[in-house]
């Protein structure tokens, strides 16, 4: 029924393909122009809807980067309640409701840095770029941006997951492609995401020579590494009497993104009680009564509960809903990228490269 569902949807994209590939076609001959600005822009992105990684590789450059950068993030804000530009960082709060789950969660690791939330890239760059404006940002990293083709940028990197990756894809609706795969060539680097650790060189072999690339273009792959669990709220004094996450005999696990079995799989395979899972859609706006019923299972047994970091930055402002006992029994797992094949720092020295 799946496949045939989607065989049906292949006139859709084909018009589809049509209209993307035209706008594309515009920006690459030039027809239409996309500005340019005197300061390192780092876009982060893909050509596939959801699911690719690219909060956690925004993450590790802004980590990497601010070592000796004063860094800048830029994104659309995705699923947030506010209008316009919305800017916050270095000691200016913004919710997730304001900026995004995204910059919200890049603000709880990294409040020194600078973020600006603003569907008008034009924009946000301008306003950080802006002479009344104290502390210009080194670099600038724009995120979800490789179809934001109004602003160029001086570097380019592509995500693709390896459970689903480009070329195996098809253009919306009947697959996940947001524009033709020949959009890859705009690419300076395609970073491979979420691959098994034990992936071999063989396999890394046959994957870069099925992208049909450039021999510019750069390829790297890293995996997902869990880090240990750490409160939702980290100002909370936990009262002895709460139950321990590692002694807990019951894990409940909640996760509102795009892709949560890896989560999910991971926690059951590490965890050595019963592991009830609660799935919400990507970016969830969690409600009264999701929290009126975690309130109700904190009282009742030997349960702790653990979420995503992206869900976490919506929970925070649902802090006065919550009830002591669950604050004390709620964590949070990060994650953090590994690159694969000792590449790491061959990768560092490619983005050096470009900040310059």
């Known amino acids: 029924m799946t496949t045939k569902r989607h065989r049906y949807l292949a006139p859709l994209s084909t018009l589809y393909g049509v209209g993307t590939g035209v706008f594309h076609w515009l920006y690459n001959s030039n027809l239409r122009k996309a500005k340019e600005y005197d300061i390192p822009i780092l876009c982060v992105g893909n050509i596939a809807v959801g699911g690719t990684g690219k909060s956690p590789m925004v993450e590790y450059l802004v980590r990497y980067l601010k070592e000796n950068h004063r860094v800048a993030v830029i994104s659309r804000g995705y699923k947030r309640k506010s209008r316009g530009m ?15 789950d995204e910059l919200r969660q890049l603000l709880l690791r990294h409040p020194d840095i600078d973020v600006v939330a603003d569907a008008n890239r034009q924009r946000a760059i301008e ?8 502390g210009r940002p080194d670099v600038i990293i724009m995120d ?3 179809q934001h ?3 160029k940028p001086s570097f380019t990197l592509m995500l693709t997951s390896y459970d689903r990756p480009f070329m195996e894809d098809k253009l919306l609706p009947q697959g996940r492609l947001r524009e ?4 890859r060539l705009r690419a300076d680097c395609i970073i491979v995401t979420k691959c098994p650790p034990s992936i071999t060189p063989i ?13 510019h273009q750069s390829v790297f792959f890293t995996s997902v590494h869990y880090r240990e669990v750490v409160p939702l709220f980290s100002d909370h004094i936990v ?7 590692h002694t807990a005999q019951q894990l409940y696990a909640i996760a509102g993104i795009a892709h949560p079995d890896p989560f999910f799989r991971y926690l059951k395979e590490t965890h050595g009680g019963v592991v009830e899972t609660n799935q919400f859609s990507d970016h969830h706006t969690f409600t009264r009564c999701d929290i009126a019923l975690w309130n109700k299972l904190a009282e009742c047994g030997d349960r702790v509960f653990v979420t995503t970091e992206k869900d976490a930055a919506r929970l925070h402002g649902l802090r006065n809903l919550m009830s002591d006992r669950l604050i004390a029994s709620f964590f949070v797992l990060p994650i953090e990228i590994h690159f694969l094949f000792n590449e790491e720092q061959l990768f560092k020295q490619l983005i050096n490269k470009h900040l310059h």
């Open 86 to 100: 919305v800017a916050a960082g270095n000691g200016k709060e913004a919710s997730a409701v304001e900026v995004g």
């Open 127 to 134: 306003y950080l770029l802006s002479p009344q404006r104290a």
């Open 144 to 146: 979800d941006g490789m």
């Open 149 to 151: 083709r109004r602003v």
């Open 180 to 183: 033709n795969a020949k959009g």
């Open 203 to 215: 396999r890394k072999s046959l994957i870069k020579r099925n992208m049909s690339l450039f021999p």
């Open 239 to 245: 009262p002895e009497n709460v139950v321990d996450f």
